[in-house]
Every structure is written in C-alpha cells, then in structure tokens.
C-alpha cells in the first residue's frame, strides 16, 4: 500500500507538472500571436505616389512608407498585398488582407462594411485634360464629354450617385487603375480624366509635357483613410496609436516631403475630431 501511495503521489506530481508547463507555453504562445502575426496590407499597386512598383518591380509609395514605419513600431512583420482595387472589401472581408491602405476615400457608403481611422489626408478630385485642350474647365463642362475614372473610385461613386451628372456625360469609361486611364487621355480616347486630386498631381507632374491640370473640384472634398474589418476593433486601435506617434513626432513630415515637397498629412488634433 506504502509503494502505491507513493507511486500515486509521484504520477499526481508530474500530472501536475506537466499541466502548469503546458499551460505556461500556451500563454507565452498566445501573448506572442498578436506581436508575431505578420500584417496582411491590401493596394492598388498602380496607384502612384501612394503604392506602386517601381523600376526593380518592388512596391514603394508615400502610403507604404507611412505603413512600413507604422508597423515597425508594432514589433510586427507587414507584407503589402496587390489586389483587385474593384474588388477591396471582399479581399477584406475575406481575411486574404488585414488592412486597406492606399488612398482609400472615407464615405458613408464604405462605413457600412468596413473600419476606418481617423482621417490622415484631405482629397479632392479634379479634372485633368490632355495638353493643349480647350473647353473643359470645371464639372459643368464635362457635359457631352467622354470622362475616364478607376473603377469603384470615389470619382466614380460619384458619377453613380449623381444620375443628372453621370448622364449629362456622353459616356463615363472606367479603368482597372489610373496610369490606363491617362494613357487613354494622352491618346485621345477619352476627353478627360476626373480623379484623386494626389494621385493625378504626381502623374501630370512626371508628364508635363501631355498632360493640363484643371484645378476644379468635381464633388465634394473628402479625407483618406485606413480600412479595417467591421469587427476588427483591437486591429483598427493597434494601428491607430501607432500611426499617431508617427504623425506628431515628426517621421510623417519627412515622409510626406520626400514624395510631396510638403507636409501634407493632417494633424493628429484635427485627425481625432
């Protein structure tokens, strides 16, 4: 009886060993799965100066080295994703993505499925003309023109949702991304291009030579920023501090004037309104 007490004694004894280490491990795994996760970023990866492929086909832009130095600061791996820009929110939805970071327009519309931050940039979209063009100098003018815009752009929701616009157009063509679409406008296909007032800035200044700016606001201003799933609340805060930080010590300045010659990014007091 001595041996099977003892015997008994030492089988609890490791039992309860072996269920304390193991439960130590689980809780050093699941306190590590947050840090360690590596963070999926969605974009256009043909949406210059925000995210696209360079000369050495690597994805580089102003809103991948916002991400990249967000990120960094999370003690997190980060992988930008090119996707279907069409096609976002099932990619977010899907989980095939974590984040939506590339220019990406606040609305309504999108609240209803997805996640924001707090607004980082103001946004405009305007009119931008082959060189040379007479006749086209604010929405009005657009009226039996042929109009070119990315498809599920926040220039095109525009057009949708405001039929007296849209069919005052002779046609509204829309593109997978916008460098097809201003190739169309220096060939003549279409007699203007209406989209992100950022994005069409950066390509008219690199074609100069093809390419007017009519600095006329087509609808209503409106602010980017970063979408998350509807549920991803603890996500959407990770991202959030971070970023601040990044804002109000000054490396979004830098960043911003390496791609912009200027500080376009919008104060974290006036972000957080």
């Known amino acids: ?20 280490t193991g439960c130590g491990q ?17 974009l256009d990866d043909n949406y210059p100066p925000m995210g696209f492929k360079d000369d050495k086909n690597e994805i580089v832009g102003f809103d991948v080295d916002l991400a990249k130095e967000t990120v960094k600061r999370l003690n997190r791996e980060v992988e930008f994703k090119a996707i279907d820009w069409s096609s976002k929110e099932a990619e977010l939805s899907s989980k095939r993505v974590d984040i939506l970071w590339n220019g990406l327009d606040i609305t309504d519309e999108r609240k209803k499925n997805m ?20 006749g086209i100098t604010d929405e009005a003018s657009l009226a039996g023109k042929i109009v070119g815009t990315q498809s599920a752009s926040t ?9 007296s616009v849209k069919n005052s157009l002779s046609e509204l063509r829309t ?6 679409a201003f190739m169309d406008l220096e060939n003549g296909r279409v007699d203007a291009i209406v989209c992100d007032e950022i994005v069409g800035r950066y390509y008219a200044s690199k074609h100069q ?28 805060t990770e991202i959030q501090k971070a970023f601040d930080e990044v804002v109000k010590d000054g490396t979004g300045e830098k960043i911003s004037e390496q791609w912009f010659g200027t500080n376009l990014l919008l104060p974290v007091e006036s972000a957080n309104q």
């Not at 041996?3 to 304390?20: C, G, H, P, R």
């Not at 220039?155 to 039929?163: C, K, P, V």
């Not at 009519?214 to 970063?226: N, R």
Request: glycine share 4%; no cysteine.
């Open 115 to 134: 996640l924001f931050s707090n607004p980082y940039m103001n946004n405009r979209q305007i009119i931008f003309v082959k060189k040379g063009t007479t």
């Open 209 to 236: 030579e093809a390419i007017d700016v009519i600095d006329s606001t087509v609808g209503a201003t409106s602010q980017f920023g970063i979408a998350f799933r509807k549920d991803d609340t603890a996500l959407q």
């Open 26 to 42: 689980d809780q050093n795994a699941a306190g590590n799965s947050d840090t360690s996760k590596k963070i999926v970023i969605g």
């Open 155 to 163: 220039a095109e929701e525009y057009f949708e949702a405001n039929e």
């Open 175 to 180: 593109y997978s991304d916008y460098l097809t």
């Open 1 to 20: 009886m001595n041996w099977k007490k003892v015997l008994i004694a030492s089988l609890t004894l490791v039992s309860t060993m072996s269920l304390f």
